[in-house]
């Protein structure tokens, strides 16, 4: 099954997986939440994913607010397509990539996930616990 992640913010990463391995992915950066959609519309499109997962906001205020609409746009391009859209916890992601270890830097992310940006490392991980736990719960 073909997951597609999303990490949110200004800077953002995608990922695509598919039988637990990353097929590809990319980092960018918009201006405008008319730019942000129209790049999901292009991604989610060019994709084809069968299930898209993003984390669930979890920071300080003006982070939260700001991801929830990023999220609220992915969710919104995922209905429109008819594409099941689902909201992971961090720290459960964490957690799953990095067994037993309390504190995670970006580079860790990094080292073990690939990707030329700490969003896109954070994307390729989303995508393969997408793929271990979506996928295998169906």
């Known amino acids: 099954m073909k997951i597609l992640a999303f990490d949110v913010g200004k800077k ?6 598919n039988n637990g391995k990353i097929l590809e992915s990319i ?3 918009f201006r405008s939440h008319k730019q942000y959609y129209d790049a999901l519309c292009r991604i989610i499109d060019q994709c084809k994913p069968e299930v898209i997962v993003t984390a669930k906001p979890n920071r300080f205020y003006n982070t939260i607010f700001s991801h929830a609409q990023y999220i609220s746009l992915i969710q919104l391009v995922a209905e429109q ?3 099941s859209a689902f909201l992971l916890l961090d720290s459960e ?3 799953w990539a990095f067994p037993k270890q309390k504190k995670v830097t970006k580079q860790e992310v990094i080292d073990k996930y690939g990707g030329a940006t700490e969003d896109e490392a954070d994307a390729r991980m989303m995508a393969l616990f997408g793929d271990a736990k979506i996928v295998t719960k169906k």
């Open 12 to 17: 953002n990463g995608c990922a695509v997986s």
């Open 93 to 95: 992601i964490k957690s």
């Open 27 to 29: 980092h960018f950066v």
């Open 81 to 83: 397509r008819g594409i």
